[in-house]
Structures are given as C-alpha cells and as structure tokens.
C-alpha cells in the first residue's frame, strides 16, 4: 500500500512533466534492472522447464499490466489523482472476485459489503452528478476511463501472478512478468509509434523516475510474498487500499479539489477497500 501509493503521486508528477509514456518506460527500466540484481544474487541454477510451464499465466499478465499501467498514468496526467487512483486500486474487487472462482477461497459477509462499497464508490467518483440531476446527459470524468482500463487489467494481471507466486516464490514471477511488461512495450512502440525516449538529465527528475521504481517493485515484492503464504482475496484489498497515500500527498502538494459526490465516491471506495481486508 505505501510503495504503490507513493509511486503513484510520483509518477503523476513525472507524467506531467515528460508525458505518461516516457515515464512508464523509464520506471519500467528502473524496476527491471533492481529486480535483475536481486534475481543474480539469489538464484544460481534455474529449472527452466518448471518455469515454462507457467509463461501461459506471467506472458498474459505482464503485457495487461502494462496496458493498464500505461492508461493509468495517462489517467493521472489528464485527470485528478484523487480520482484515477481510487478507481485503478479497485481492482483488488476482480482478484477477490477471480479467487473465490478459481482458488476457492470463502468470501465473508463484510467482504460482501466492501464489494457493493467500491462499486458504488466507483460511480459517484466517476460521474458528474450535477450533469446527471439535470438530465442533459451522463458526463463521464477526465481520467475515469483510463482508471476502469487499470482496474481491469491489474485486476486480472494481479491474480494470475498468485499461483505462480505459490508455486515459483515470491521473486521469481516478479522478475520475468516485468520482463514480459517492458518487451510488449518495445514491441508496441516499435510497431507503432517509434517514440524517442530520451529526457533531459535533470538530477530531480532522474530521482523521481529511481524513487518510482524502486518503491513499485518493493510493492510487487510485497504483494507476491503476500499471497504466496496467504489469500489473495486478503492481501489484494490492503495492497489496493493506496489511495489512502495517494489522495493524501494530492490534497497536501497539488491542492486538488473534489466535488462532494466525489469525495463521497472516494471515501466509499477507500471504505470498501479497508473493509473487505478485515
């Protein structure tokens, strides 16, 4: 929650100085290289057939993760972070949801009520309620789109790596899903854009981009040791719950503002995100 929290108010900044992609790439890079070191020093011989067989599960999540992450820190540079970000941490309801389904795990009545919590909270965050009471038309927030893609995709992303994390530990899946995550990217740009991603070696600027990664790969870290000893539908909420850090630093150094169905929508969500954990 503090690692993902933190990078995010973060990579906000950096999105609204060098743009979404060339932040995304650069973090990317950052964690790659941390986790690589990590990998070399604690992993001397490999069983490469046993790894393979999980590819199907780590090549799909990290190319949805990456999907997802590229719209979220869109959705930070055009939208209000105190917005995107209760949105995008919902995804922590799919890998509840997904885990119940496929890993069998029990749902409680709270859990239940969380679930109602984030959607509800979902909507009100995400709608201009004022436009709706005037039947003109439903307007839908700059940065609510790009924040149902990241939910989406983490959600989905997040959960494949759990029986992966069970299987391989807590390291490994980390360290080839943001392999899989950079290579969709060059691919992508390759093919499509061809995007220079080159910035000016401003020392403040290269210090976010290093604080970013390294606080987002701790979090993948924590994450996948989580739910390699614990259930998903536990670990996932209270991973989720970032906001809390997010929408705290936005209020203190950007000033945002939120309606009042708004910061109803925000509460209920972050409301929802602690309650499913207890």
């Known amino acids: 929650m503090f690692g993902w929290g933190t990078s995010d108010f973060l990579a906000a900044k950096c999105s609204r100085k060098i743009g979404y992609i060339v932040t995304y790439f650069w973090t990317q890079i950052v964690t790659v290289v941390v986790t690589l070191i990590i990998f070399l ?28 992450t590229l719209n979220f820190y869109r959705g930070l540079t055009e939208g209000q972070v105190s917005l995107v970000s209760p ?32 959607i509800l909270g979902m909507m009100l965050a995400s709608v201009n309620l004022k436009e709706l009471l005037k039947i003109k038309k439903l307007s839908f927030l700059t ?4 924040g149902i893609i990241a939910m989406t995709g983490w959600g989905i992303a997040l959960f494949l790596l759990v029986p ?36 000016s070696p401003q020392q403040p600027l290269l210090l976010l981009i290093l604080m970013v990664g390294i606080l987002d790969i701790v979090a993948f870290f924590s994450y996948s040791f989580g739910v390699r000893g614990a259930y998903a539908s536990i670990v996932a909420p209270i991973a989720a719950s970032f906001p809390l850090i997010t929408v705290l630093l936005a209020r203190i150094f950007f000033k945002e503002r939120l309606s009042l169905n708004q910061i109803i929508g925000v509460v209920g969500v972050i409301a929802g995100l602690v309650l499913i954990s207890i």
């Open 87 to 118: 949105i995008g941490s919902s995804w922590s309801m799919i890998v509840v949801v997904l885990s119940i389904i496929f890993l069998h795990e029990t749902l409680k009545t709270n859990q239940i009520i969380a679930i109602v919590l984030i």
């Open 41 to 68: 020093i604690k992993f001397k011989t490999l069983d490469i057939g046993n790894i393979s067989r999980y590819l199907i599960f780590l090549a799909p999540a990290g190319f949805l993760f990456m999907i997802a």
């Open 164 to 199: 992966v994390s069970r299987t391989l530990g807590w390291l490994l899946p980390i360290v080839i899903f943001k392999l899989f995550g950079i290579l969709f990217f060059l691919i992508i740009n390759i093919i499509f854009s061809k995007k220079s991603f080159k910035i």
């Open 143 to 146: 940065g609510t789109k790009e």
